[in-house]
């Protein structure tokens, strides 16, 4: 009898963690879906940050390293690569709607939205309305995603679109667990992101 109020309490609680999951977001693992559920409510509420790391990107045409500065305020980006690729120094600043990218020795240009700038420009196809999600371990809420768990019951894969995420590792920053090392793989396009520094913000209204 005890066994069976054990496997019963475990399945309505898998389900109740099931139940939280929007419609699109399928869920693999060995996590627990609660606490999934906890770490992405918790981690989806920073809406500020400033990152400082390193990217390598391969391309068809370019491979190579450099570093990356990222700030976010709310629907605000401000990214900086300085040396991939032999290109120099490249900046992404704007928001929805209004977005332009600066690259040295070559000009200022302006779009609707990165991603646009960046194909148009450096010939990258790089989803970065996803990754401004992705770079906190979770996935985009406007599209289908499949999700893989590891013990921790945070991501150790995403798929999405048509792009693999892998998280290597994780680190801890003022009570947030965020990604430390990461690589996207998309259509002809590898990226690698390696975080030294995460200060996240939650900003609020």
Not at 102 to 124: F, K, M, T
Request: aromatic share 8%.
């Amino acid at each position: 009898m005890r066994a069976r109020h054990l496997l019963a309490a475990s399945l309505l609680a898998l389900l109740s963690g099931c139940a939280g999951l929007p419609p699109h977001e399928s869920l693999q693992g060995t996590g627990d879906p609660a606490r999934w559920q906890s770490h992405k409510q918790q981690t989806g509420s920073l809406d500020g940050w400033q990152i400082s790391g390193k990217v390598g990107i391969r391309a068809p045409k370019d491979s190579g390293s450099g570093t990356l500065f990222w700030l976010q305020r709310k629907d605000y980006y401000d990214i900086r690569l300085s040396g991939p690729l032999g290109r120099g120094a490249a900046r992404l600043t704007g928001h929805a709607g209004d977005v332009v990218l600066e690259v040295a020795n070559q000009g200022r240009y302006q779009a609707d939205s990165p991603e646009a700038l960046l194909e148009e420009q450096l010939g990258w196809k790089l989803p970065v309305s996803h990754l401004i999600w992705w770079i906190r371990g979770l996935p985009a809420p406007d599209s289908r995603s499949q999700l893989t768990l590891d013990s921790d019951s945070r991501l150790s894969r995403l798929e999405q679109d048509d792009w693999q995420v892998e998280y290597l590792s994780y680190a801890e920053q003022n009570g947030y667990w965020l990604p430390e090392r990461m690589k996207l793989r998309g259509h002809n396009l590898d990226v690698t992101l390696v975080i030294k520094d995460w200060q996240p913000r939650q900003l609020g209204l």
